[in-house]
């Protein structure tokens, strides 16, 4: 029997709403706490490398990289997937709506649920330098056509000048 793939996405998901909550559970009653307590031993006993300053206040995080984690996680990936797709008729209606959605997070939810490789996705000060790049170019765009402007005017000042002074001059040869 073949499955679509709608199909298989559908029956992962109700797998995932039975066995998702044993997981987590496993996660946060059994692993998390033997896990931090066997980092605490190994740092008492000098087996751990010194942490970096800047890490040095903040609590130590685990992240449970595996099918069942990877795929509750995914559940989060489609449903902002469904919302994006609710709100883009309704953006038809009013192009505010678009406005509450952040793409910047919702990028770094998807490279990080999808766990896309780092090397297809720009850092933050990459993507800073290159908006900054792009305002500079539009910042120059505008100088260059506010100064075509004030080209035109200044051609139709000198044109109208000019006109004036000759249409001046046969009035006075005529008078």
Request: glycine residues 2%; without cysteine.
């Amino acid at each position: 029997m073949r499955f679509s793939a709608t199909e298989i996405a559908m029956r992962q998901r109700d797998r995932m709403t039975v066995i998702g909550p044993i997981v987590a559970r496993q996660e946060v009653e059994f692993l998390s706490p033997l896990l931090n307590r066997t980092m605490k031993v190994m740092a008492r006993n000098g087996l751990l490398p010194p942490v970096p300053e800047e890490f040095a206040e903040e609590p130590i995080k685990i992240e449970y990289v595996n099918p069942v984690s990877v795929s509750m996680r995914s559940v989060e990936m489609n449903a902002v997937s469904q919302l994006i797709q609710f709100i883009m008729p309704l953006a038809q209606i009013d192009p505010n709506v678009i406005k509450r959605l952040n793409p910047q997070r919702i990028t770094t939810m998807g490279v990080e649920i999808l766990r896309a490789p780092p090397s297809v996705v720009y850092t933050e000060e990459e993507a800073q330098e290159i908006a900054r790049q792009e305002q500079e170019e539009m910042a120059r765009q505008q100088q260059m056509e506010q100064a075509m402007v004030e080209a035109e005017v200044g051609a139709t000042r000198a044109k109208a000048t000019k006109d004036m002074a000759e249409a001046q001059n046969a009035t006075e040869e005529t008078g």
